[in-house]
């Protein structure tokens, strides 16, 4: 991920979240700097239309969590490198999406990109046990809610992967992110427009962008 697309990333923070859930570029450039493999973010051209981050925590910050005495710089600066093949924790800090650009995006669609990076980091020998999440509004606690997550404590929910495995969405074969970005007669017309169809392409970046 570029230093411009970072700033990016930040910039949508503060669009979407209230100042107590932000973090600063510094915080997130370092994080990314120890584990590479924390993000998840869908471009649409130079635009950023949205992003997953999963953190990978200790069980020390995984308590606070659960105590409700965490706060996300410390979180986030906090991040595990994955080092060691085995199972992990993780902490899901972000589910963010452009609605201004992108209304027709849902967080389903980055639910759908997570269970995907799930599959691949088992293919590397990296497991991850337990999601934490914190609901930071009112549609974020019916997303958590929606997939399964158990409300722990106020706001604080928990996802279990030996438990409940790691499919939240139904695979479609035929499924494209590039599908809910297209006016319906585009799509109907796409196979005989292939040069306007690559222009609304998504890139779908996982870790960093060279896997």
Known sequence: MQKDDVEKLVNLDAIVYQ???LVDQEITQKRLETN????????HGADLVGYVTLVPISAEIA?????????EAETEGSVLPYRKMGWYQAYLSSIVVDKRKYPAIRAKH???LLQE???QMRKRGYFIDVIYAIAASVAGRKTLQRMKFAEVGPNIFVFST???GMEWIPRKPEFALTDVLLPVAALRQRMRMPSDFAIMSITEWYW???T
């Open 162 to 164: 030996r438990k409940q």
């Open 110 to 112: 980055l639910f759908l």
């Open 117 to 119: 990076h799930l599959r």
């Open 208 to 210: 960093d962008t060279d």
């Open 63 to 71: 308590e606070k969590i659960k105590r409700g005495t965490s706060n």
């Open 36 to 43: 590479p493999y924390t993000d998840i973010c869908i471009k």
């Open 19 to 21: 100042p107590e859930y």
